[in-house]
């Protein structure tokens, strides 16, 4: 995987806490992360939780003669490949559009040859200030690049531009600054096509018909394929869940429409079919809120299945892709049942998981990958290193372009 390495910034605002989860996704991606965290960033985000994350010390005094002794400060300003400033607050911009060296986050800014990303954060006044408008415009010449700010509600209760960029989409601009040098990974050139989420179908304007799947599988796989360089379409049901970085997401609401996105998505080499679709929907939906009426008899449901979106993109054809996975949520004889689904369906792999538990929305999932050539048991793990090694197993099954 890559050695990329980034340096984070971390400044004295409200937003530093995201700081914290973009330690944890840039970990995730492979990317080495250093931390300088500034006195006033400190004041909203401790030393011990970014070490935590970063599995380094983090940086904070200048003129710190022991930290000066293991690592000098223009070293560290070349450390990384990228140096990113989260959040870049007014003050932190004004230094750097300056070329001010007062601590050593601003020193690292002057002293650094490597690009510099900044995700600015502060209150909506501040931000649209023509003092920091002009720093802006001074650091964009100088070459440094933005992500951000979002529009929307702020911490000090006022509403507009100045909201950090999430944490995802910082993550999204670090891996396309690094794109330029960046390995291009063993699914370079693969297009890809991931369902994840449940289904929702209509029984009126206000009620439907789903289950309980959160769409944390499926999103983490799109994730690490995304991350081993495929060209990732998810088609997603309805899910509380950001898109990954580097991943184009199609949300849908039903089987129907899912099976559409899916169809228009053709060809793709691999099908990675996640989603909990709903077997069944109404036979039709009603146009107007059901209304419960005294005395009156309960409604009755009539239901028709839906198309089986993994057994149609199965079919032989000019279309199918080269390898298509589907998954069997079982809750007894599970490598009998998912055997049987895999000759049913007419995919490639299955690959089966015990929902007897809590998968459902849990952090954990153990998986068994059912296959032509037989049955592999992969051990209990986070959902998103079920989904890399998934990933992994992909990049190896399909070889090098
Ligand atoms: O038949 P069952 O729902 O157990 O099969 C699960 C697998 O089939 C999953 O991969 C799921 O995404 C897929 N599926 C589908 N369309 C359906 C039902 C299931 O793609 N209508």
């Given at each position: 995987?890559?050695?990329?390495?980034?340096?984070?910034?971390?400044?004295?605002?409200?937003?530093?806490?995201?700081?914290?989860?973009?330690?944890?996704?840039?970990?995730?991606?492979?990317?080495g992360?250093?931390?300088?965290?500034?006195?006033?960033?400190?004041?909203?985000?401790?030393?011990?939780s970014?070490?935590?994350?970063?599995?380094?010390?983090?940086?904070?005094?200048?003129?710190?003669?022991?930290?000066e002794?293991?690592?000098?400060?223009?070293?560290?300003?070349?450390?990384?490949?990228?140096?990113?400033?989260?959040?870049?607050?007014?003050?932190?911009?004004?230094?750097?559009?300056?070329?001010?060296?007062?601590?050593?986050?601003t020193?690292t800014?002057?002293?650094?040859?490597?690009?510099?990303?900044m995700?600015p954060?502060?209150n909506?006044?501040?931000?649209l200030?023509?003092?920091?408008?002009?720093?802006?415009t001074?650091l964009?010449s100088?070459?440094?690049?933005?992500?951000?700010?979002?529009?929307?509600?702020m911490?000090?209760?006022?509403?507009?531009?100045?909201?950090?960029?999430?944490?995802?989409?910082?993550?999204d601009?670090?891996?396309?600054?690094?794109?330029?040098?960046?390995s291009?990974?063993p699914l370079?050139?693969r297009?890809?096509?991931v369902?994840?989420?449940?289904?929702?179908?209509?029984?009126d304007?206000?009620?439907?018909?789903?289950?309980r799947?959160?769409?944390k599988?499926?999103y983490?796989?799109?994730a690490e394929?995304?991350?081993?360089?495929?060209?990732?379409?998810?088609v997603?049901g309805?899910?509380?869940?950001?898109?990954?970085?580097?991943?184009?997401?199609?949300?849908?609401?039903?089987?129907?429409q899912m099976l559409?996105?899916?169809?228009?998505?053709?060809?793709?080499?691999?099908a990675v079919?996640?989603?909990?679709v709903?077997d069944?929907?109404?036979?039709?939906?009603?146009?107007?809120k059901?209304k419960?009426?005294?005395?009156?008899?309960?409604?009755?449901l009539?239901?028709v299945?839906?198309?089986?979106?993994?057994a149609?993109?199965s079919?032989?054809?000019?279309?199918?892709?080269?390898?298509?996975?589907?998954?069997?949520?079982?809750?007894?004889?599970l490598?009998?049942?998912?055997a049987a689904?895999?000759?049913?369906?007419?995919?490639?792999?299955?690959?089966?998981?015990?929902?007897?538990?809590?998968?459902?929305?849990?952090?954990?999932?153990?998986v068994?990958i059912?296959?032509?050539?037989?049955?592999?048991?992969?051990?209990?793990?986070a959902?998103?290193?079920?989904?890399?090694?998934?990933?992994?197993?992909?990049?190896?099954?399909?070889?090098?372009?």
């Amino acid at each position: 995987m890559s050695e990329k390495r980034v340096l984070l910034i971390i400044g004295g605002g409200i937003a530093a806490y995201k700081s914290l989860e973009l330690i944890r996704l840039l970990t995730r991606a492979d990317i080495g992360v250093r931390v300088i965290l500034t006195a006033a960033g400190a004041q909203f985000v401790t030393p011990l939780s970014v070490s935590a994350l970063s599995g380094e010390k983090a940086h904070g005094e200048l003129f710190d003669l022991t930290e000066e002794a293991e690592m000098g400060h223009i070293e560290l300003s070349r450390s990384a490949d990228l140096v990113v400033v989260a959040p870049a607050t007014a003050d932190l911009m004004a230094k750097a559009a300056q070329g001010l060296a007062s601590d050593l986050a601003t020193t690292t800014l002057l002293a650094t040859d490597k690009p510099v990303l900044m995700a600015p954060s502060m209150n909506v006044r501040m931000w649209l200030h023509p003092a920091t408008q002009r720093n802006l415009t001074t650091l964009q010449s100088d070459g440094v690049t933005l992500v951000g700010p979002d529009d929307g509600a702020m911490a000090c209760g006022e509403f507009g531009p100045g909201r950090m960029a999430e944490p995802s989409v910082i993550l999204d601009a670090v891996l396309k600054a690094l794109a330029r040098d960046r390995s291009p990974g063993p699914l370079a050139g693969r297009k890809v096509l991931v369902t994840a989420g449940p289904t929702h179908e209509p029984i009126d304007p206000v009620r439907y018909i789903a289950n309980r799947s959160s769409g944390k599988q499926g999103y983490a796989i799109a994730a690490e394929l995304a991350v081993l360089g495929a060209d990732v379409l998810l088609v997603s049901g309805p899910t509380d869940l950001a898109p990954p970085a580097g991943v184009r997401r199609v949300v849908v609401e039903t089987a129907r429409q899912m099976l559409a996105a899916c169809q228009s998505a053709l060809p793709v080499d691999v099908a990675v079919m996640v989603a909990a679709v709903a077997d069944w929907r109404t036979q039709t939906a009603a146009e107007v809120k059901v209304k419960k009426t005294q005395g009156a008899a309960t409604p009755i449901l009539t239901l028709v299945e839906n198309p089986d979106i993994l057994a149609t993109l199965s079919a032989p054809g000019p279309e199918r892709p080269a390898l298509v996975i589907g998954f069997a949520a079982e809750t007894n004889d599970l490598k009998a049942h998912a055997a049987a689904k895999l000759a049913r369906k007419g995919c490639d792999w299955i690959v089966a998981n015990d929902v007897s538990g809590d998968v459902m929305g849990g952090a954990d999932n153990a998986v068994s990958i059912i296959t032509a050539g037989g049955i592999e048991d992969w051990p209990r793990q986070a959902k998103e290193a079920v989904a890399r090694a998934l990933a992994l197993k992909i990049a190896q099954t399909l070889g090098p372009i």
